[in-house]
C-alpha cells in the first residue's frame, strides 16, 4: 500500500457524523413513516400489525415497534412474487431478485427515489473507502438480477469514477483490461480476487505492477487473514462492504479506509441484533443475528427482517471522523453453522484456523457427510505448491498439523485433505466453501 494516497472524503457528513441524538430523531421519523406505508400498502403487514394489536397510531416508542413480529424470508416466499410491494408497479423501475439457493428468487423493487437512496448509501461506501472520481472502478461482478454489479455501478457513478462495466467471468480478459484500462479500483468477491491475483501470477503479470490501488469486496463472508493475504498479493488497501437483496443490495454498510468494522447507513437500515434461537434482543457489542428495517424506501420496505447473518453492533466515533453505528464482519450465517461431533463451528472459524499455515493456500472446503447417524466433517485445503507432492509422508505431516491446529483451537476433532494446486473450484460468483453430502 506504500505510496497509495487516500483521500478521506466523507460523502454526507451531516449524517455520517452525526451525533446519536440527531440519528435517533431521522430514524424514529422515518420509521413511522415506513410503518404507517406498510400498514397501508401491505396486506401482509396490515394483518400482522392488527394481529399484534399494535396499528400505526399504537406505535409511540422503539420498543413498541420491537413488540412487532419479525419478517422472515418464508413470508416473502409465500407471497411470491410481488405481495411485498408496497407501491403500484407504474411506480416500480427495477427488479432485481435475491439469489435464492433453493426455489424461485424472490423479486424486489426499487423506485426511482429508491434507486437514488441506494446510490447515496454506494456513493458513501466507496468514498469511505477512499474511491474518488479519479478512479477508474472494474467491475467484475455478474450484471443481472443479483444486485451486486449495478449497486455498485450507480455508487461510482455517482461520486464520478469511470466504470468499467466487465461483469464476471474471463479471467484472462479481466486482467487484460485491468492492466490497459488502467484500473485503480477492483469491485468483487473477495474469493475472485485472490483468483484473479493467482492467475495474474500464472500469466506473468505482477499485480503490483498494475494501477489497482483499492479493492471492494462483498458479498460473501471472509477473515481478516483472508484480507490481509489479498492485499498483499495485489499491494492494495482491501475493504469490505455488505448488505442483501431483500433489504436493497450492497449498500447496507461498509468499511472506512481505517478497517475498524462496517459503518452501518443507519439513516437507511436500522439495525438489531436478537438471538437466533429465542428471537430476544441482545445488548450493544454482543453477537447475535442482524435484523433489519429499512426506513427510507418506498417499494419494497421490509420491517424486522431476519437476516440470518451473524455479527455485533459497535458504536463510538471511528478514527475517520464518522460516528455512525458499526458491525463486526459477519461470522457466518445462522444456517451456515454446522454442529460436528457436538462443536458449532462457522466455516470462517476453520478459514481463520488454516490461514496462514505452511504449505497451505487459502483455498478450501467443507465436505460433509453421514456415518450413521454421526455427521462427519473432512476439511479439504489445497497445498500452496507441489513441494510436497513427492513425498506421501509430508502430505500426512502437513495434514496432521492441521488437524492438531484445528483440535486445539476450535475444539474440533476432523479428517483433514490435503489436494493439489488447483484441485477446489474457483467461482466467479460466492464461494462454495460447505459440500453438503449428508442427504445424499
Ligand atoms: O450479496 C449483496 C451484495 C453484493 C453485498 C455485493 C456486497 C457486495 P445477496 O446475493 O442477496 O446479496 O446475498 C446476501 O450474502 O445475507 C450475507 O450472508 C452474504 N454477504 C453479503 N455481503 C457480505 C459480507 C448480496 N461482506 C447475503 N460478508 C447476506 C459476509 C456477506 N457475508
New binding site residues.
Partial sequence: MEGTVLKNIIWSPSVECATRETIEEIQWERLKKTVSHVYENVPFYKRKMDEAGLPPEKIKSMSDFQQLPFTTKADLRDNYPYGFFAVPMKKVIRIHA??GTTGKPTPVGYTRADIEMWSECMARIIAMAGGNDEDVAQIS?GYGL???AL?LHFGLEKIGAAVIPISAGNTEKQLLVMNDFGATILISTPSYALHLADSAKQMGLSPSKTKLRLGLF????HTEAMNKEIESRWDILAT???????IV??GVSGECYKQTGLHINEDCFLPEIIDPVTGEPKALGEEGEMVITTINKEAFPLLRYR???ITSLVDGQCPCGRTSMRMT??KG?SDDMLIIKGVNVYPSQVESVILGMEHISPYYQLVLSKKGYVDHMEVQVEMVDDSLTENYRDIERVESQVKAKLHSVLGLDCKVRLREPGAIERTMGKAKRVIDNRGV
Fill in positions: 435475491s439469489s461482478f443479483f444486485t451486486g449497486g462483498g458479498a460473501e463472508g469490505e462492504n455488505y448488505g442483501l437483496s431483500e443490495g450492497p437476516t440470518k447473518d464482519k459477519i450465517r
